[in-house]
């Protein structure tokens, strides 16, 4: 079953680039499956950041495309989401998730990452 | 984007009750349709993918149906653990977008 974790600051100030890692537990990166990003703003609902393929096409939010970078580390089984220029409204728990191009099935726990100075 | 809706935004059940939730799509996304559930503090958690197929693992209670614009998530009999907030997702096109949530409370 495969597993997700993410990590990174959870403390980011504005104006600069919030980066987090996703590792994956109990499946090869490189064996296929999506792998996405999903934020959640304090009480607010969902909002799909963007996924990639583990050859390394990439799919991001239109909303987000210019500040986003999803990628994929092969070597570590892992991969990332960078995301510049934050400012408070970017504050959110941000998921990492895997799964199929259409769902998602399987979630990390999530981590909250605050916008402030 | 697609715009995704849902009816209602909260609604009050009791345990054993048949209870369904409606998501609507602002244009049609065939059966590219997506159900979670979301515990508080919890990631959200998949219960039906395409519109009607039941994801592995998940009661048989949860059933989803439609396609086109309109869509279903119906269960059977409430159980305690299911009194929590509900989304539905399109992946028809990028952004994938999501509902805005049913809250389902105890009456």
């Known amino acids: 079953q495969v597993q997700l974790q993410e990590s990174g600051p959870g403390l980011v100030k504005p104006s600069e680039t919030l980066s987090l890692t996703c590792t994956v537990s109990a499946y090869s990166i490189s064996s296929g499956y999506y792998w996405g990003w999903i934020r959640q703003p304090p009480g607010k609902g969902l909002e799909w950041i963007g996924s990639i393929y583990h050859s390394g096409n990439t799919y991001y939010n239109p909303s987000l495309k210019s500040r986003v970078t999803i990628s994929v580390d092969t070597s570590k089984n892992q991969f990332s989401l960078k995301l510049s220029s934050v400012t408070a409204a970017d504050t959110a728990v941000y998921y990492c998730?895997?799964?199929?191009?259409?769902?998602?099935?399987?979630w990390g726990e999530g981590t909250t990452v605050t916008v402030s100075s | 984007d697609i715009q995704m809706t849902q009816s209602p935004s909260s609604l009050s059940a009791s345990v054993g009750d048949r209870v369904t939730i409606t998501c609507r799509a602002s244009?049609?996304?065939?059966?590219?349709l997506n159900w979670y559930h979301q515990k508080p503090g919890k990631a959200p958690k998949l219960l039906i993918y395409a519109a009607s197929s039941l994801q592995t693992g998940v009661p048989s209670r949860f059933s989803g149906s439609g396609s086109g614009t309109d869509f279903t998530l119906t269960i059977s009999s409430l159980q305690v653990e299911d009194f929590t907030t509900y989304y539905c997702q399109q992946t028809y096109s990028t952004p994938f977008t999501f509902g805005p949530g049913t809250k389902v409370d105890i009456k």
């Open positions: 244009q049609s996304i065939s059966s590219y």
């Open positions: 998730a895997a799964g199929k191009y259409y769902y998602m099935d399987v």
